[in-house]
């Protein structure tokens, strides 16, 4: 026989705030600019969006900032079905850049098929 236990439904709210640091601070600060900065790392020379203190493959500290176009390819998409959660999700590589970006679309209520092209 199973117990019915009470339960109690309350909301949490948990201010805060971050710290960007100096990396971070500038990735959007040139974002504001209409810009997308990346960091390349010194081994490895690849370019990371959004920009990177140090390089995760190499370990290296990256210093040197490269301006990336906002064009890029995608990669990688999928759809979710669920009614609470009516979007698609996208993965972007802008050009330059060495790690996709994923995004969230928002699709209209009516729309039940996705394609890669509304993306």
Known sequence: MAREYRTLKTEVRLPYEVAYGATWTRFFEGLK?????GTRCKECKRVL???RSFCP????????????KEEGTL???CYTKLPVFRDANRASLCDRA???RW???QLPPFDRRIRPEQL
């Open 103 to 105: 995004h969230r679309c």
């Open 75 to 77: 990669v990688a998409w």
């Open 98 to 100: 060495h790690k996709a």
């Open 49 to 51: 969006v959004p920009a």
């Open 33 to 37: 600019d209409k810009k997308i900065y």
């Open 57 to 68: 493959r190499c370990f290296v500290t990256t210093d040197e900032w490269v301006e990336v």
